[in-house]
């Protein structure tokens, strides 16, 4: 899958995200890597921010937006085929985007979202 095939269904799994759940997400930006660090080359995805569990009052005066980045290599390289990776990259959005809600990934390993 090309680079801007692999960017277009993150789209669309964004967009198969339901609207009154992105609605909620607060300051965040979503990026598409080829690789992660390499301490970590099996990493699909991850979040980097301050969930909205452990924001205070004063959290947004000059915050930076909370990222969620996608990893290309890890996931071509996990997927047998074009199905199974859309699949895989819409489960890996909807995990990142639990962990902006406070979901950690033990909660998601319970509801099916490993």
Do not use: K
Not at 29 to 38: C, G, I, L, N, S
């Amino acid at each position: 899958m090309s680079r801007q095939e692999f960017e277009d269904a993150v789209g669309d799994a964004l967009d198969a995200v339901p609207a009154e759940l992105m609605s909620l997400l607060d300051n965040v930006v979503f990026f598409v890597e080829d690789e992660p660090a390499p301490g970590d080359p099996d990493l699909l995805g991850i979040y980097e921010g301050v969930p909205l569990t452990e924001r205070g009052d004063a959290w947004a005066m000059g915050a930076l937006p909370d990222r969620i980045t996608i990893y290309r290599g890890p996931l071509l390289r996990m997927c047998a085929d074009r199905d199974e990776l859309l699949d895989e990259i819409a489960i890996t959005v909807v995990h990142e985007i639990a962990h902006h809600f406070g979901i950690d990934d033990h909660r998601l390993h319970e509801l099916g979202w490993a």
